[in-house]
């Protein structure tokens, strides 16, 4: 046990409990164990940090377990609540009055996929319609 303690395969970012778990150890045998190898193990209750690196902007973020625990975001790997909806929208230019549009990305895809009435590529269904209003009198000239 005192040589896990030496090669540092048991991090002191864990507590003496988490080892004992681990080990089959008791807990006070595991920092008695830790003193004499002079590392310094986490109380119970001093909080363990979690580096999460963003999916959505790459950002690195220390969390804690429980951060993890109660905002779903942070397990999910985004460090916002904006970086999550982010992810989940996609930015395309209207085919009629060119103006930049966000829309929910599943939304889009499936419109697009199933071609209904390519309402995908429109801002809004006025837009489309006066597309589809100037593509009819093109064909009656």
């Not at 002191?12 to 590392?39: H, M, N, W």
């Not at 975001?73 to 930015?91: D, E, L, W």
């Amino acid at each position: 046990m005192k040589r896990l303690f030496k090669a540092n395969i048991i991090c002191p970012q864990y507590t003496a409990s988490d080892i004992a778990r681990k080990t089959g150890y008791s807990r006070e045998r595991i920092r008695q164990l830790a003193k004499e190898a002079k590392v310094r193990l986490l109380l119970g209750k001093e909080k363990k940090e979690i580096v999460l690196t963003c999916r959505e902007c790459g950002k690195t973020v220390l969390i804690t377990e429980k951060q993890k625990r109660r905002y779903g975001y942070y397990a999910q790997g985004f460090c916002s609540m904006n970086c999550k909806k982010k992810s989940f929208c996609i930015t395309f230019v209207c085919r009629n009055c060119g103006k930049k549009v966000v829309r929910n990305r599943k939304k889009y895809e499936w419109e697009m996929k199933h071609k209904v009435n390519n309402v995908g590529s429109f801002c809004s269904y006025k837009c489309r319609a006066k597309a589809l209003w100037k593509i009819k009198k093109e064909k009656k000239q």
